[in-house]
């Protein structure tokens, strides 16, 4: 399985990188939603999991949602939202764009892994 991670921060996609393939997912990066949406664009098939931060340059979190929501070929990639942004009006706006999830940062490798359970995305007895 295939995951894009879109976060301006090296570190960040480096750490999601390392905990999604403990999974079994394999990682394309990106540094911000339109560097994202070129990426994907390249791609046989699309990623069937997407792990956006919110405030990127560019082209934000929320804004590449909004728009992969649009695309019929990404409508079945899961948006999960991977961020600081923690007050309830972004978490609803996040969720009304589309997102499927939200995770909070910092979050642990643990809980980062229970999420994805949650949303059918770990393999069936996945022990990482």
């Known amino acids: ?3 894009i991670i879109i976060d ?3 570190a960040m996609r480096l750490i999601l990188r390392r905990i999604i393939a403990k999974i079994g997912f394999d990682a394309v990066e990106a540094g ?3 560097a994202a949406l ?3 664009a390249e791609l046989t098939e699309p ?3 997407a792990l956006v931060d919110w405030n990127m340059p560019v082209m934000n979190g929320l804004e590449f949602v909004t728009r992969a929501r649009k695309d ?3 409508r079945d990639m899961t948006l999960v ?3 600081t942004e923690s007050e309830q009006s972004q978490i609803v706006r996040a969720l009304a764009a589309g997102a499927h999830e939200y995770v909070i940062k910092p979050f642990t490798e643990d809980s980062m892994i229970d999420k994805l359970a949650l949303l059918g995305l770990t393999p069936t007895g996945a022990n990482p």
């Open 1 to 3: 399985m295939l995951a």
């Open 8 to 10: 301006d921060s090296r």
């Open 81 to 83: 939202m991977v961020t």
């Open 38 to 40: 070129d990426t994907i």
């Open 72 to 74: 019929p070929r990404l």
């Open 32 to 34: 911000d939603g339109q």
């Open 47 to 49: 990623p069937q999991l």
